[in-house]
């Protein structure tokens, strides 16, 4: 493997990739990918790689990992100079006030989301909703409307950090973790002779309604594809039976939206390989790409592999970096 785990997922979380705005860490991915094969972005802006050589007597299997993120959108500027915002896609409202942000506009702006000093507050009990925060750019109204434009995509940042062991945190894992799975696998790939044709499929608006998947996978027409997400990892006051162990190795996907065929050769060769996976039973569409992919087209056969990440949709979003790498791993000897 020529790619440093750490160094990868640094630089595709740096990028901006909130939904229907993906282009930076997108055009971060193809040059990346580019290595491995022809690679090019389509109309929606899903990135998609034929890696190697493609033989027509194999059957074409999609690997696919979204590439968005949750995030904020302006909707007004007041005229002194704050932001209004609404959510694109599901963010945890408790995590919202006092954070800082990244305005993506004519440049990038940073930002503050206000919050009034518990003193000058009667209730502090509830978590405050999204419709009644304001931006707080320290710029008059005048000099924000010059340079930020209703419409532009606001994330809560943070750069990627070290935890302890292998562990990491940052905003955007979900799912800048799966991407660096699937593109660790294309790099382990290189040069080997593979059962399937490989494409992959970096897919844009899944936080939004799986968009990109839908398109992408109807323009690859693959016959199987692995999914790779990222699912609940267990920390306090969960219910076990509901959550992988960060560290455990990645999550194999077993649901009556799921091919169990695939599922069950995921599991035997993760155990022939020594390769360290966890179940994970849904009980019916799973809440990613696969619930598109799999009804793309004529159908096709498709699994979820999900690494394990704790605090979901939340600026500290945390993985452990060995879960991304076996699950890469996992990849790349069912494709073998």
Do not use: W
Request: one cysteine or more; aromatic letters at 4%; proline letters at 2%.
């Amino acid at each position: 493997m020529s790619l440093d785990t750490y160094e990868l997922l640094k630089a595709l979380v740096e990028k901006n990739g909130v939904s229907g705005a993906e282009n930076s860490a997108a055009q971060y991915a193809k040059e990346i990918l580019s290595r491995y094969g022809e690679t090019s972005i389509d109309v929606l802006g899903n990135v998609l790689c034929k890696v190697g050589r493609f033989d027509e007597s194999k059957q074409t299997l999609l690997l696919d990992a979204h590439i968005d993120e949750i995030g904020m959108i302006v909707t007004y500027i007041t005229d002194d100079g704050f932001l209004k915002v609404s959510n694109v896609g599901g963010i945890d409202n408790r995590v919202l006030t006092g954070q800082t942000v990244k305005i993506y506009s004519r440049k990038i702006v940073d930002g503050i989301i206000a919050s009034t000093p518990p003193h000058l507050k009667k209730d502090s009990s509830a978590a405050a909703d999204i419709a009644d925060i304001y931006i707080d750019t320290g710029m008059t109204g005048e000099a924000a409307k010059e340079i930020i434009s209703l419409g532009d995509r606001v994330c809560i940042y943070n750069s990627l950090e070290r935890l302890g062991g292998s562990f990491v945190t940052s905003h955007a894992l979900d799912n800048r973790a799966g991407c660096a799975a699937v593109i660790l696998a294309a790099d382990m790939l290189e040069n080997i002779d593979t059962k399937y044709n490989v494409c992959v499929l970096l897919s844009v608006q899944e936080e939004v309604g799986e968009r990109g998947a839908k398109t992408g996978a109807f323009t690859v027409d693959c016959d199987k594809a692995i999914v790779v997400d990222v699912s609940f990892g267990l920390t306090h006051g969960e219910d076990a039976a509901d959550c992988g162990v960060c560290g455990n190795g990645g999550m194999i996907g077993i649901a009556p939206s799921l091919c169990r065929e695939m599922s069950d050769e995921l599991i035997n060769i993760a155990k022939d390989n020594e390769i360290p996976y966890q179940i994970e039973v849904m009980n019916g569409k799973t809440g990613t790409n696969t619930d598109a992919i799999g009804i793309s087209k004529g159908g096709t056969k498709t699994v979820t592999l999900s690494v394990p990440l704790k605090h979901m949709h939340t600026p500290v979003e945390v993985v452990d970096m060995r879960d991304i790498e076996n699950t890469a791993r996992l990849i790349c000897e069912y494709i073998k």
